[in-house]
């Protein structure tokens, strides 16, 4: 917020060109999101759109995305949208708002203290090296499932560790892409057309009950069997309100374990196919990332404790959440809100695009090119405060962000010290698609190649002939 503006001395954001009688920004928005939310920025720091027949602002400014996140912390609520996937989400902490929303964040809080992120990340570890060893020499694989996978079934061993979970993991294996699938065109379809039995709509119904059946199942068995299994679902079946010592009912619980599940699979999967297919396409930066990962694995899987030797690794990971992150975060302003010297009126729809800052030039020279060293400290030092916020900021930050963080890092590593990917000969363009919250590849085959001769034992080799 500027400091001499005002409510009287405001004046009202520029509206972005393009839009169609009645349906407004829309069409764009649905049909070429990046693109359009890319273009903004041209037209001002706060711009107006119309999505249908409601106004709604787009933010394209970091410090005013700040007073969006952290500045007005609390005054802002999650949007109309998350009430598209309520059936789904149920009352967890990413459909819960003021004091509610605070009381959640704080008992999901034990959940990620570091203790327990070195007790996940021996399953990050497990199911990375377990999943990669059925990897055939040669064989090309849709490296972009195949990542899906790989998060889905990390996140869902760190949840339920026990065999109370068995089943339950086959289920949300089966429901969970289904359902992520479907979200985007909920999102936009006004309720009563979602409430139709067409097929689309019966299919997601079917997947939610299955999917949340078979985990409150798990929910009712844990707190039968009342051991503590040192996984997520223990955490928040023994969590206690400091303040007042209450716990969670059996029904909290399991809704923040579905929000953990949905919140927590396609955006770990998608960065980590980006990841590979930036490492084919940087033979520089892969040959970095190969000495490293050499240098302290050998080929052997990543644990916890190689962390703070995998700095490289790190870096690539957060090269690829600032150049793939997520597309879209949505408010709603309570009141009427000073952003900039723009007025944003009770009530407006409230959205911008950490992919679009993450692309502004003045912030990252050269936005498209990968380049991990934009992260070394005294760079990334720089950066004004939300120019980078793959992970949002403030009272809604990401609580999965050491999780994610952990568990990319250990498994880009695990991978790389024993495979090369890459593209598939003949394979198609790959392109980006925003679907649900984040960025995803289109098709993304690759071959998988054994890596026999590891760089610690051979010392350094030019990238191009690696
Ligand atoms: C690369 C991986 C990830 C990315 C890029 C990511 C990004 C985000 C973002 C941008 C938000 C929303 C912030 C907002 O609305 O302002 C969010 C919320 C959330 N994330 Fe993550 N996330 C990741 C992984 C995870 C993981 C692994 C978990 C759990 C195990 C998780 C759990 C959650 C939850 C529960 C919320 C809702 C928080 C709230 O509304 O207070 N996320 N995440």
Same mark, same amino acid.
């Given at each position: #917020?500027?400091?001499?503006?005002?409510?009287?001395?405001?004046?009202?954001?520029?509206?972005?060109?393009?839009?169609l009688p009645l349906l407004g920004h829309g069409p764009a928005l649905l049909r070429r999101p990046l693109d359009f939310l890319c273009s903004l920025p041209a037209t001002g720091p706060v711009?107006?759109?119309?999505?249908?027949? =409601?106004?709604?602002?787009?933010?394209?400014?970091? *410090?005013?995305?700040?007073?969006?996140?952290?500045?007005?912390?609390?005054?802002?609520?999650?949007?109309?949208?998350?009430?598209?996937?309520?059936?789904?989400?149920?009352?967890?902490?990413?459909?819960?708002?003021?004091?509610?929303?605070?009381?959640?964040?704080?008992?999901?809080?034990?959940?990620?203290?570091?203790? $327990?992120?070195?007790?996940?990340?021996?399953?990050?570890?497990?199911?990375?090296?377990?999943?990669?060893?059925?990897?055939?020499?040669?064989?090309?694989?849709?490296?972009?499932?195949? #990542?899906?996978?790989?998060?889905?079934?990390?996140?869902?061993?760190?949840?339920?560790?026990?065999? =109370?979970?068995?089943?339950?993991?086959?289920?949300?294996?089966?429901?969970?892409?289904?359902?992520?699938?479907?979200?985007?065109?909920?999102? #936009?379809?006004?309720?009563?057309?979602?409430?139709?039995?067409?097929?689309?709509?019966?299919?997601?119904?079917?997947?939610?009950?299955?999917?949340?059946?078979?985990?409150?199942?798990?929910?009712?068995?844990?707190?039968?069997?009342?051991?503590?299994?040192?996984?997520?679902?223990?955490?928040?079946?023994?969590?206690?309100?400091?303040?007042?010592?209450?716990?969670?009912?059996?029904?909290?619980?399991?809704?923040?374990?579905?929000?953990?599940?949905?919140?927590?699979?396609?955006?770990?999967?998608?960065?980590?196919?980006?990841?590979?297919?930036?490492?084919?396409?940087?033979?520089?930066?892969?040959?970095?990332?190969?000495?490293?990962?050499?240098?302290?694995?050998?080929?052997?899987?990543?644990?916890?404790?190689?962390?703070?030797?995998?700095?490289?690794? =790190?870096?690539?990971?957060?090269?690829?959440? $600032?150049?793939?992150?997520?597309?879209?975060?949505?408010?709603?302003?309570?009141?009427?809100?000073?952003?900039?010297?723009?007025?944003?009126?009770?009530?407006?729809?409230?959205?911008?695009?950490?992919?679009?800052?993450?692309?502004?030039?003045?912030?990252?020279p050269d936005p498209l090119a990968f380049d991990p060293d934009r992260w070394l400290p005294e760079r990334a030092a720089k950066l004004p405060k939300c120019a980078s916020i793959p992970f949002?900021?403030?009272?809604?930050?990401?609580?999965?962000?050491?999780?994610?963080?952990?568990?990319?890092?250990?498994?880009?590593?695990?991978?790389?010290?024993?495979?090369?990917?890459?593209?598939?000969?003949?394979?198609?363009?790959?392109?980006?698609?925003?679907?649900?919250?984040?960025?995803?590849?289109?098709?993304?085959?690759?071959?998988?190649?054994?890596?026999?001769?590891?760089?610690?034992?051979?010392? *350094?080799?030019?990238?191009?002939?690696?």
């Amino acid at each position: #917020m500027t400091p001499t503006a005002t409510t009287e001395t405001a004046r009202s954001a520029p509206a972005a060109p393009g839009a169609l009688p009645l349906l407004g920004h829309g069409p764009a928005l649905l049909r070429r999101p990046l693109d359009f939310l890319c273009s903004l920025p041209a037209t001002g720091p706060v711009v107006r759109i119309r999505l249908g027949g =409601l106004p709604a602002y787009v933010i394209n400014d970091a *410090d005013l995305v700040r007073g969006v996140l952290v500045g007005e912390a609390g005054r802002f609520d999650q949007g109309v949208m998350i009430e598209k996937v309520r059936p789904l989400l149920g009352s967890g902490v990413g459909t819960a708002d003021g004091a509610e929303h605070r009381r959640l964040r704080r008992l999901m809080q034990p959940a990620f203290h570091k203790a $327990r992120i070195a007790r996940y990340a021996a399953t990050m570890t497990a199911v990375a090296a377990e999943r990669t060893a059925a990897w055939k020499p040669g064989r090309t694989l849709r490296i972009d499932e195949e #990542m899906n996978e790989l998060a889905l079934t990390t996140v869902a061993r760190a949840l339920f560790s026990s065999d =109370l979970g068995a089943d339950a993991i086959t289920e949300v294996q089966r429901s969970l892409p289904l359902i992520l699938d479907e979200i985007p065109r909920r999102a #936009m379809l006004p309720d009563a057309l979602l409430r139709l039995p067409t097929p689309a709509n019966r299919r997601f119904d079917r997947a939610v009950r299955r999917l949340r059946s078979a985990t409150r199942h798990v929910v009712d068995a844990a707190r039968a069997d009342g051991t503590d299994h040192g996984d997520l679902l223990s955490v928040l079946l023994l969590a206690e309100d400091e303040a007042t010592g209450a716990r969670l009912t059996d029904d909290q619980v399991h809704d923040q374990l579905v929000n953990m599940l949905v919140a927590g699979t396609e955006t770990t999967g998608a960065t980590l196919a980006w990841t590979f297919h930036e490492l084919a396409r940087n033979p520089a930066v892969e040959h970095r990332l190969h000495q490293e990962t050499d240098k302290v694995l050998s080929g052997r899987p990543a644990v916890f404790e190689d962390i703070p030797r995998l700095a490289y690794t =790190l870096r690539v990971v957060q090269e690829a959440l $600032r150049r793939y992150a997520p597309w879209i975060i949505l408010r709603l302003s309570p009141g009427e809100v000073l952003l900039g010297d723009v007025c944003i009126p009770a009530g407006a729809t409230v959205l911008f695009s950490p992919y679009v800052l993450h692309h502004q030039p003045e912030l990252y020279p050269d936005p498209l090119a990968f380049d991990p060293d934009r992260w070394l400290p005294e760079r990334a030092a720089k950066l004004p405060k939300c120019a980078s916020i793959p992970f949002g900021a403030g009272s809604r930050q990401c609580p999965g962000n050491v999780f994610a963080l952990t568990q990319a890092v250990i498994q880009v590593a695990t991978i790389a010290a024993r495979w090369r990917l890459h593209p598939a000969e003949g394979g198609p363009r790959v392109r980006e698609v925003a679907r649900g919250a984040v960025v995803h590849p289109t098709a993304l085959p690759m071959r998988c190649l054994p890596r026999e001769h590891p760089y610690a034992q051979e010392g *350094d080799r030019n990238p191009s002939t690696a």
